[in-house]
């Protein structure tokens, strides 16, 4: 068999990344395998080692990986609604209460019990930090362009509101409670009816 070209072994990483990412928010990291991993993603196990040291490893690029996804998801909302701030916040938040299959789950959700349980210091919870940093820079960006007289504390509590909401509505599912919790958390978007305008 002949060697793989420079093109090719960058696809097959980037389609081991997808299914990693993929896995481990339906399952969790340690319900997946690399043979899991590679078998889902049409490749052998053999393979793995050339794109990556370890599992370690292909974990905490598939988290920088699942974080750079969302910001490029967010960032589409707000160019869709570019004219209209408020509008495009209110698009992200509805998104993001938008029941999706667990393999697309938010990183911040999706990856939380990983990075909970590793010491600080460790590689993959600073990766976490970062993105989960990143997305709120990101949040905090698209709230002040939708009501610019929201404070840093109403805007922590919006994507606080945001993210609790939004672990509860998955895991609940639809009902008269999470229907509340969202419609409450909309409310108080700019626009919404609590927003101080």
């Known amino acids: 068999m002949g060697r793989v070209s420079r093109e090719q072994a960058e696809r097959n990483r980037e389609r081991v990344l997808e299914t990693a990412c993929r896995l481990f ?3 969790g990291v340690e319900g997946v395998s690399i043979g899991d991993i590679m078998n889902d993603a049409g490749l052998t196990a053999g393979a793995f080692y050339k794109q990556f040291a370890s599992k370690e490893a292909l974990i905490e690029e598939a988290s920088r990986f699942a974080f750079t ?6 960032q589409r909302i707000n160019q869709r609604y570019e004219e209209d701030a408020v509008q495009g916040f209110q698009a992200l938040m509805r998104r993001y209460f938008k029941h999706r299959p667990q ?3 938010c990183p911040i959700l999706a990856f939380s ?3 909970s349980g590793l010491p600080a210091d460790a590689q993959t919870t600073a990766i976490y930090s970062e993105g989960v940093e990143r997305l709120f820079e990101q949040f905090r960006r698209l709230a002040l362009q939708a009501c610019a007289e929201q404070s ?3 805007v922590m509590l919006l994507f606080a509101a945001m993210l609790g ?3 509860i ?3 609940m599912g639809d009902t008269a409670l999470t229907q509340s919790m969202q419609a409450a ?3 108080a978007l700019p626009g919404g009816e609590s927003c101080p305008q």
């Open 25 to 27: 928010r339906k399952h």
């Open 103 to 105: 393999t697309q789950s």
């Open 113 to 115: 019990s990983l990075a």
């Open 169 to 171: 509505s998955r895991a």
């Open 165 to 167: 909401t939004g672990m």
């Open 152 to 154: 840093d504390e109403q």
């Open 185 to 187: 958390v909309l409310a």
């Open 69 to 74: 996804q969302s910001s490029a998801s967010w």
